[in-house]
């Protein structure tokens, strides 16, 4: 007890604005219920494992710590089952089973011991004690008590999207109109639709909902008639049963699913007896999980097939946050190279990550990284659990939570912050840059290198002049040419067998259905294809002509990954997910697409573009891209933004941008085409990037002084700059070697695939499968098993490797 008196001084008691670890250690995924128990030090309030804390001690001199310890107790097997709620659901994904909060379900319970422990020598102390000094016991009181930071943000991002009280609800005047609903047979009364119906809670009205953007759905009437009328509630017919609170009841003014205290009420104004109801429509919710499940899901997830698990290094699975499944996908395929493997684990002990991290390591990118690393890799957590799937009675692990490092690397990001599903393309590419910002002062150390590549683009002017453009890029966006369908006598016959019985492929089983089959080769053949430029400004016939633009790659990186841009535009522009396969070989080979740089005899355009082009290249949104968006329910000037911040590339790119920024702070702000002197700051920006002050002003003055904007106008304006650097031509731009890129030959060999189900990147699931050891392994959030069948020809992502690396 003198040892701990002596060492009060390093014990704090928290303040509310402390962040608390204490279910799992920051430098391992250790938890209370390993074998050695969790350490919080009692001043940092960081926690570590039996093995690390330690390291801790050396680093802080802090001794005091709470140790935390859980072990199972028995659960009698004629307990109840709880009935689970939306957030209890999300609790349960962050929580530990068994705690409170957690979803039940008669897994077992644990029982927590607590102890103070003074290092080095580890000399315990039991908890609770009177003996115990005052301030002792206030800070473990208040550190037991206290929210873990772990789950903090995860808690309050599920509970943001729970169900809130309409404003609306508690004030509704309704109309006394007479208006007796039935109990079936509704129509809705614009149209002859008799699904997706929701009743005005204010005059009773029977309208159908919303158009998906699929072109699936109702006809809008519900929505109009709220424009026309104002009446703030509906709820869905088919929804009400005697469990009102899974009613689904809609607020047009607060654009989201409520809840409606008040909803028997106002169902009785119009003579529905609730109690008496049955289900017969999903709700918003569990449409969109529905819509998840297309003809891709079981034969993605290998569904039927019995996998045989696999444990040990490398084969750790990952839990899923509540849908995190594109963030396992991806650290899976990462952590099977050799560039992250190095970086992370044979090259990083956890103790040097832990030594060169700052005062909190959960904040710190490469401390995270490298846990989750040592995670994956060392084998320590991929081990069997007593208890089997409940599901399918297969051996199983529990696989580890990355909720720290999803913590770090979502840090800032509105989307990747929140809880809601996620583009792996846009996660893969989010993660490279934080790796690349996190290893700037050792860019030699850099893992995102091995997957940068150079892009050459050749422009053509009718002048028979010609222009070069370079760039870095880490992925290859291939569009899937359809017309080069291998099957095409097989699609042929199934459509005209389609019309004649007058059949839907929704009502087709997955068997009878007939998808293109388009290869590989022909993807990556549209890339380098030649292509059209119009409005092209030509410095050698001073005005504006029809160029033509060629792609090649002046470098072939050691990881090449290939996305299939599975998104297209139907006729009448609605947008559709592509059902089609493409045949992937597992070695590709793409020594044709080198570039060849300036030829002898080719002649260069001049440099001077007249500041008139540089006004004309200012955004301006295509109005037949923001029309057919505004079509599909968005705002003017959300389509504005989306169609300007895609380039006017298409319909698809725009509604892609759109959906995942329609949380962006900025979203609703004014279009800004700032035409006077740009803010200094954004060219100091420039600036720093290697660009001249005078191209910087330019490229920011064309493009709204947004700096994003400006850098792309840079790079796709390269007679514009490179005057003002003093650069013969673009084709004295940085070779691959003078770039530090990795380059080499052009065979390469497959060795992962990320593959999506569901409508859309935003919602579904996604499934990695990677070449390990000679065989195909398909990693599904924690399941981990030998594939017998891995979907080669269904994937969002493919990983390749280089043959010669």
Known sequence: MELLRSNLSRVQIPEP??????????????????????????????????????????????????????????????????????LAIGIAMIVPRG?????????????????????????????????????????????????????????????????????????????????????????????????NLWLNLTDGMILCGRKNWDGTGGNNHAVEHYK????????????????????????????????????????????????TMQKTEMT???????????????????????????????????????????LAATMQ?????????????????LKLAFEMAPADPTLDINMQLTKLGHGL?????????????????????????????????????????????????????????????????RPDLDPSRSFKFGVEEKILCSSGKVSYNKRDDCILS??????????????????????????????????????????????????????????????????KTTAIKTTSLTSFPDYLVLHMRKFVMEAGWVPKKLDVY???????????????????????????????????????????????LVSMGFSQLHCQKAAINTSNTGVEEAMTWLLSHMDDPDIDAPISHQKSDVDQSSVDTLISFGFAEEVARKALKASGGDIEKATDWIFNNPNASLSDMDVSSSSSALTPAESALPDGGGRYKLFGIVSHMGTSTHCGHYVAHILKEGRWVIFNDSKVGISTNPPKDMGYLYFFQRLDN
């Open 582 to 628: 493409i045949d992937v070989p597992d070695v590709i080979d793409i020594s044709h697409m080198r570039s060849k740089g300036l030829q002898p005899g080719e002649e260069l355009l001049a440099d001077d573009v007249p500041e008139e082009a540089m006004e004309s290249a200012q955004p301006v949104a295509n109005e037949e891209i923001v029309a057919q």
């Open 377 to 441: 890799l060392s084998g320590k957590y991929s081990i069997p659990v007593a208890e089997k799937d409940v599901a399918t009675g297969d051996v199983r692990q529990e696989g580890i939570p990355p909720r720290m490092f999803k913590s770090v690397v979502a840090a800032g990001h509105a989307e990747f912050s929140s809880m809601r599903q996620q583009d792996a393309l846009d996660f893969f590419l989010h993660l490279l840059d934080k790796v690349e910002r996190g290893n700037n002062m």
């Open 284 to 326: 918003t919710a569990e449409r969109e999980l529905d819509q998840n499940t297309n003809f891709d899901w079981n034969r993605i997830q290998e569904s039927g097939k019995e996998l045989v698990p696999v444990f040990g290094p490398g084969y750790t699975g990952l839990v899923n946050l509540g849908n995190s499944c594109y």
């Open 228 to 275: 026309e009328t104002n009446y703030p509630l509906a709820v869905k017919l088919g929804t009400i049963t005697a469990d009102l609170e899974a009613a689904d009841v809609y607020s047009y003014p607060e654009d989201d699913s409520v809840l409606d205290p008040h909803l028997a009420q106002h169902l009785a104004h119009f003579g529905i007896d609730f109690s």
């Open 333 to 349: 395929i990462l952590f099977s190279t050799h560039s992250f493997i190095s970086r992370y684990f044979s090259h990083q002990s």
């Open 99 to 195: 705690v409170d909060g957690g979803f039940d379900n008669n897994e077992p319970e644990y029982k927590e011991s607590y102890s103070i422990v003074i290092l080095p020598d580890f000399v315990s102390l039991p908890f609770p004690s009177v003996e115990l000094p005052e301030k002792v016991r206030i800070a473990v009181d208040t550190v037991m008590s206290a929210v873990g930071a772990e789950k903090r943000e995860q808690v309050a991002a599920w509970t943001a999207e729970e169900k809130k009280v309409s404003e609306h609800a508690l004030t509704l005047q309704q109309i006394k109109s007479g208006v007796v609903i039935p109990p079936s047979g509704w129509k809705c009364s614009k149209c002859d639709k008799t699904e």
């Open 17 to 86: 604005t402390h962040r608390i670890y204490k279910h799992e250690c920051c430098l391992s995924f250790d938890t209370p219920r390993s074998e050695g128990g969790l350490f919080v030090d009692m001043n940092s309030f960081l926690a570590f494992g039996k093995d690390y804390v330690s390291w801790n001690y050396e680093k802080t001199r802090n001794p005091v710590y709470l140790h935390i310890k859980e072990t199972p107790k028995s659960v009698p097997e004629d307990r109840p089952l709880k009935k689970p709620t939306l």
């Open 478 to 543: 291939l569009n899937i040419p359809l017309q080069e369908a291998t099957n095409k006598d097989e699609l042929e016959a199934f459509n005209n067998q389609k019309a004649d019985k007058g059949l839907e492929e929704d009502n087709m089983s997955t068997d009878e259905i007939v998808r293109p089959r388009v290869p590989l080769e022909a993807c990556l053949a549209t890339f380098s294809s030649p292509e059209q430029i119009r409005d092209y400004y030509s410095t050698a016939l001073k005005g």
